[in-house]
């Protein structure tokens, strides 16, 4: 079972934190965003191991700095530099084993989507 929370309105150039608990194992986690009419685009992705290899879309890398803690079972989204253009529904999602990291059908569960609005 997979929780995010930590989504907001806030301005341009501003920063928040996304945190995702996750219960019933050790994954891979992602974070992804959606927009209404728009596919579910890959965000960021850490690997299991605490401290291991991150993955980052183009678009946020430099500004998003994805991070996990597995004794606390929490996966956290570091979001800086926000635009406008990141407004957006964040999801965080457990990966199943053997897959590539961006494809959201790599990804077994998702959580439930936090909103983020960045206002200009």
């Known amino acids: 079972q997979l929780q995010a929370f930590g989504g907001g309105l806030v301005q341009a150039g501003g920063s928040l934190r996304l945190s995702c608990t996750v219960s019933?194992?050790?994954?891979?986690m992602g974070w992804f965003r959606q927009v209404p009419g728009k596919e579910r685009e890959f965000v960021a992705h850490i690997v299991r191991n605490n401290g291991g290899n991150t993955y980052y879309a183009d678009s946020v890398k430099g500004r998003f700095t994805i991070s996990r803690d597995n004794a606390k079972n929490t996966v956290h989204l570091q979001l800086n530099s926000l635009e406008p253009e990141d407004t957006a529904v964040y999801y965080c999602a457990a990966k199943r084993l053997g897959t590539l990291y961006y494809p959201a059908g790599a990804y077994a569960y998702w959580g439930q989507g936090t909103e983020i609005t960045v206002s200009s």
């Open positions: 019933g194992g050790t994954f891979g």
